[in-house]
């Protein structure tokens, strides 16, 4: 699976949108870009996940350059109860093991 | 939807023993469950995969005779710390993979906070 690199830690104001970027520009065609999220002292949540559209749900949009080599999460009004840290990985569809990197610790301020 | 528990959520024995965590999909069908551990201040680190019905396939470096991994049902595997040492403290997870609206993902348990004496 390709590898990711992200931000060690970002700010953000409550109310604001936070972004996190994800760099990932060894990507293969067939690898899908997950995002998940890990609050302290509990297992990780999933987010949000995508090929190479656009996505969005009720946590976060997903946005993936037209070429694919990175990505931004947004939660488009960040909360105290937001922060964690946040891990960008990429891997094939279906089956295939999540492997974890370092992460962003994002911390939102009031 | 997606809700996966462990069970217990922590718990602190005695060097030598033996320790069993549960890890439950309640609301859907799981054919492969993933097993991470989480040292304090580190990521998650994968220790094994297991299909239900066979045998656990383990990542380099983890002894599969100490880790004993049983995936009996779709809804249901377990993890057994045998023989636990204080090295082996440490946050065991559990992944359950599902299929969600675009595709298979991995859900996360809440997690089991071991602690070794």
């Known amino acids: 699976d390709a590898k990711t690199t992200q931000p060690t830690s970002m700010d953000c104001a409550e109310g604001r949108a936070a972004n996190l970027p994800c760099n990932h520009s060894t990507i293969s065609g067939n690898e899908y870009v997950y995002w998940y999220r890990q609050i302290h002292s509990q297992g990780p949540q999933y987010i949000i996940h995508?090929?190479?559209n656009n996505e969005t749900n009720e946590m976060a949009s997903l946005i993936i350059t037209e070429d694919r080599k990175s990505s931004t999460l947004i939660l488009p009004h960040a909360t105290l109860r937001d922060t964690a840290v946040y891990y960008c990985?990429?891997?094939?569809?279906?089956?295939?093991?999540?492997?974890f990197g370092a992460g962003t610790i994002l911390r939102v301020k009031s | 939807g997606a809700v996966v528990s462990q069970h217990p959520s922590w718990v602190i024995c005695k060097s030598g023993t033996s320790v069993k965590i549960e890890c439950r999909s309640l609301d859907f069908q799981a054919t492969t469950m993933f097993w991470y551990r989480q040292f304090p201040k580190q990521s998650l680190m994968l220790m094994a995969t297991s299909n239900e019905g066979s045998k656990a396939t383990y990542e380099q470096g983890v002894e599969k005779d100490k880790f004993l991994i049983n995936h009996a049902s779709l809804t249901l595997s377990t993890l057994t710390v045998t023989s636990a040492h204080p090295e082996d403290s440490s946050f065991y997870i559990c992944?359950?993979?599902?299929?969600?609206?675009?595709?298979?993902?991995?859900?996360f348990g809440p997690g089991t906070r071991l602690l070794v004496l």
């Open positions: 995508g090929l190479k």
């Open positions: 992944s359950p993979l599902g299929l969600a609206g675009n595709g298979e993902t991995q859900y």
């Open positions: 990985i990429v891997r094939v569809g279906y089956g295939n093991k999540l492997v």
